[in-house]
């Protein structure tokens, strides 16, 4: 594994900076904004996730003797390009939307300005992170949605690339997941770990019994006990009859759910189990985890579905030139007319529109204004674009453990601004029309 | 980035690891398996992919004093299981289907033969990597198939986690894609990369001529031009202006496709630019591959669907104990029975049998069945498992550079040896019925 982030990049953004070079537009001041045309999935708002994670690889986004040597040997650039690259450090601004925030179509959840060659290399790396963790974030919400208040658990590492693993337990702990399976998601990024044993530890042992001893033996009563290794009521009567009426939880990873979990919470309460909790952990999604709300259920445990973005496993977004400057300083806006994939030059600035009882009801879009112009703005709109980077150096609020802490909390904040319709599953419209003021 | 991979593990792995080792259990000798209870997305087979990178990934999971000091300070596990930990490294066997290799239902892709405790602790990496990388695979024969004769290039890195983007660019190029557009997969896999400029160099510039002249400057007529920016037409008729008609190709980005493919062919042999490709890249997935079959297009690039399993973001493989060892040093198969998840127990052995004329007939599993008992089977069935570590020491030719290689040379054989039916991209049965021998 390499810790430079600097290859993580598709080949012609350096092609491009090559000719950039050679034709002395490298240095344009320009602005690259990153977007979604649409919601993913039909879905009703997506949620921005991956920006700490961004901020943090984009620091180690630097081109050393190693990547230089290979870009060297395999003539992928000329000598000019890669000197420019050896002193490469990003030294523009980035503004973008908070961690956790919600985002419709054409929102600049992203604003990079920089000169072209500075803002063209980022491409790839703000794509690959913003697409994956948002993909998951959007996923994660409705799941928190269809749970109402009881807690989940993101428990999908083996479903999805071993590092995009870590990266989908934050974005779950962002959108509101209360603990992960994944433990280097607990050392990374401070999320609470979980988990207690599988159907292998059971069929270690001579007996469902045995197995259950020896749990508890190492972990004491209060843990929780997977009771469908063989057969769930047998299952069940051993746990209560090895841990006794303490027992933590059982566990159920298979058959019909609904029906299930309310024969297993009767057998627990007819053997007197009523604190023993049931945790669920069957092929879950929001949906599934929908139809559980009338059951006695007390916790859920997601994988497959949600670190792969439950049927949408790339948010969408994409990375756009939307104005440049002239050799005599005026800003041009810039954009590209293709067939469907249209984009709207010019810089950008956004607000939240909320009505006077506080739900969100616009996501407005301002063309041709910036950050600076944001005091003059009614203050029934919530400013959504803040500074992530500020010539070059990192705004350290946003990054590590508290960068994330503070992105789960945000998130709270924005999902209690929406409006009701935000949280309906079914496929359908954006739950906020963007409108564009130019 | 922490290059020790040993806690990208689930928290249970290690629960259960400190519960076997408090009941004198974690040295019992098993046998793990992975496998898949069906195929993704009810194609008609899968590919095994990822077994190159494992190997290299389970050479780094080691717990050093960073990992220990966080499971302690978290009391993740007790004191007993921290020491066990600290001396961790794998030292047991690993037979597998080898990387590149089509695999159907119940086949045994994976082997993993060691003490509780070593093989316990491997499940989620060697699920995330497997389920990943063979999600990835899957999905890049189907388009290979589509694509008939024509090179298929791997531009997905922005769709996915930008570590996946590595893995994915890698087990693409294992099921035939030609190249990539990810410079680390270039660097780390050998494999070719590839790229030209994106809409945004169109957009610095004054004129698409301007830009056209900029690219063509600094990387020769050979180039590929991305001529939808504006208005295709008048992009096609200014590329072979500026580059002449020796330019190498022009990429088409948008648009309905089957009919504009025929249109810019006219116009650029109208022009007299008989030589130059076209290339195209907007949202294919194997379907739409298929459907520009009749069109005159010479290669094509594929994103998101590529990169994200076409429909199927994880292949659903499974690691299960399969047999452990007695005391007295029987073996006994073990199985759970849980609703619809189901496994069979034992130690197997697979081959591949063909019919007289080398055709692919059956995916054969012989339960109770060793390595050692191969050379007694008959000539026309292909063995399917090889050694990947022998006693903690991985077999060399399975990674790095070479390995990736092999694996796609290999994958053009199984391909081969595949029956028709095999290259069907409709939903349906598996090519092979998977037959059992006890």
């Known amino acids: 594994m390499n810790t430079s982030t600097a290859l993580r990049t598709d080949r012609y953004e350096l092609t491009m900076l090559e000719a950039a070079i050679t034709h002395g537009t490298a240095d344009t001041p320009c602005m690259f904004e990153a977007f979604g045309r649409r919601l993913p999935g039909a879905r009703r708002y997506g949620v921005v996730a991956g920006i700490g994670r961004l901020l943090e690889r984009i620091r180690d986004f630097r081109f050393g003797d190693a990547e230089l040597a290979w870009l060297s040997g395999n003539e992928v650039v000329?000598?000019?390009?890669?000197?420019?690259?050896?002193d490469y450090r990003f030294s523009g601004d980035i503004w973008g939307y908070a961690e956790g925030e919600a985002y419709f179509p054409e929102s600049p959840i992203l604003i990079v300005e920089s000169s072209f060659g500075e803002g063209v290399l980022l491409e790839t790396l703000i794509l690959s992170i913003l697409n994956y963790d948002s993909a998951v974030a959007a996923a994660a919400t409705r799941m928190v949605t269809a749970a109402a208040d009881r807690p989940l658990a993101e428990m999908g590492s083996r479903r999805t690339h071993e590092d995009s693993a870590v990266a989908a337990a934050r974005a779950a702990y962002i959108a509101g997941f209360s603990a992960t399976s994944n433990l280097e998601a607990g050392r990374t990024w401070g999320i609470p770990t979980m988990g207690t044993a599988a159907h292998s530890f059971t069929l270690?042992?001579?007996?469902?019994?045995?197995?259950?001893?020896?749990?508890?033996?190492?972990?004491?009563?209060?843990?929780?006990?997977?009771?469908?290794?063989?057969d769930i009521a047998r299952g069940v009567e051993t746990a209560i009859r090895v841990a006794g009426t303490e027992l933590g939880a059982i566990r159920l990873d298979s058959g019909d759910l609904p029906t299930l979990v309310v024969d297993v919470r009767r057998q627990l309460d007819k053997l007197g189990a009523h604190d023993t909790k049931i945790t669920v952990?069957?092929?879950?999604?929001?949906?599934?985890?929908?139809?559980?709300?009338?059951?006695?259920?007390?916790?859920?445990?997601?994988?497959?579905?949600?670190?792969?973005?439950?049927?949408?496993p790339a948010a969408g977004l994409v990375y756009k030139l939307v104005a440049r400057q002239r050799g005599n300083g005026e800003w041009v806006s810039v954009a590209k007319a293709s067939t469907g994939k249209a984009s709207i030059g010019g810089r950008k600035y956004a607000t939240r529109v909320r009505d006077e009882n506080g739900v969100a009801r616009q996501e407005k879009v301002y063309i041709g204004l910036g950050p600076e112009d944001a005091d003059a703005l009614p203050s029934t709109e919530r400013p959504l674009l803040?500074?992530?980077?500020?010539?070059?150096?990192?705004?350290?609020r946003h990054v590590g453990v508290a960068g994330t802490r503070r992105a789960r909390e945000h998130h709270a904040m924005v999902r209690s601004e929406l409006p009701a319709g935000a949280f309906r599953l079914g496929r359908g419209d954006p739950a906020l029309p963007t409108t564009f003021d130019e």
């Open 281 to 312: 952990t069957s092929d879950l999604d929001e949906y599934a985890i929908a139809t559980l709300r009338p059951a006695p259920v007390d916790s859920y445990g997601v994988g497959t579905s949600l670190v792969t973005g439950s049927g949408s």
């Open 386 to 396: 803040q500074p992530l980077m500020t010539a070059g150096d990192i705004d350290d």
């Open 78 to 86: 000329n000598s000019a390009t890669l000197d420019w690259l050896a």
């Open 204 to 230: 270690l042992h001579e007996s469902e019994e045995e197995a259950f001893r020896a749990q508890i033996a190492a972990s004491g009563p209060e843990t929780t006990l997977l009771v469908d290794t063989y």
